[in-house]
């Protein structure tokens, strides 16, 4: 089954903060990050293998909690490159499938 | 070290046709992913092979099929093409098996079906 992403999309201008949120309904093994800017393949942001887990590079960084079978990707004080779409991917223990959510489309604007 | 690659990178077919599309997947990885991407329902799951063995297929219709060689080339078959395949196919290799490790896309098949 396909997590749910939201928001849908985001506007932003340089330097604000975003967060987007991925959920599950099934308890999860794993989950990935990727960011797709148009007309170009989806490029790994980071994997979350642990419940708890924090992991970030720059100003990106991701959270996983286990329990509640959801993660959240921060994205601080934006920059123009942040603009794309950004997907989350989840593996089930049940399924050792990837999916991915239909997508946060983010925009950032000077 | 060389990217994931794809070929063709446009295709246009009539419906009723099939097609075959290839990927190459990083040197060293035997994990290939397929995906279709149409928009407004982001990236879907159509299968992944391991070590020439299909792991994991997702929710299409038999039409859909696919091949892993020896080198970890994969090829992916569609045929009687309909109009709601038109879309990009990406495929995706990993070092390790779905779910553990990141993946690296390649740019894409845009198959158009008229």
């Not at chain 1, 950004?86 to 050792?96: M, P």
């Not at chain 2, 990217?3 to 990927?23: F, N």
């Not at chain 2, 990885?29 to 299968?47: E, I």
């Amino acid at each position: 089954q396909q997590p749910v992403q939201s928001p849908q999309a985001v506007i932003l201008r340089e330097g604000e903060d975003a967060v987007i949120n991925c959920s599950s309904s099934k308890a999860l093994y794993s989950v990935h990050w990727y960011r797709q800017k148009h007309g170009e393949a989806p490029v790994f942001l980071m994997i979350l293998l642990k419940g708890g887990e924090q992991k970030g590079h720059d100003k990106i960084s991701a959270s996983f909690n286990e329990k509640k079978q959801q993660s959240s990707l921060y994205l601080t004080a934006s920059q123009l490159s942040y603009s794309g779409t950004y997907f989350c991917g989840t593996v089930s223990y049940n399924t050792d499938k990837l999916i991915f959510g239909t997508g946060t489309r983010l925009q950032v604007f000077p | 070290k060389a990217g994931v690659t794809q070929t063709p990178r446009y295709l246009i077919k009539t419906r009723g046709q099939q097609v075959t599309l290839s990927c190459s997947p990083i040197s060293g990885h035997r994990s290939v992913s397929w995906y279709q991407q149409t928009p407004g329902q982001g990236l879907q799951f159509l299968f992944e092979y391991f070590s020439e063995t299909q792991r994991n297929k997702g929710n299409f219709p038999g039409r859909f099929s696919g091949r892993q060689f020896s080198n970890s080339r994969s090829e992916m078959n569609v045929s009687t093409l309909e109009l709601g395949d038109s879309a990009l196919y990406l495929c995706a290799s990993s070092s390790a098996r779905t779910g553990g490790d990141e993946q690296f896309f390649g740019p894409g098949t845009r198959l158009t079906v008229l």
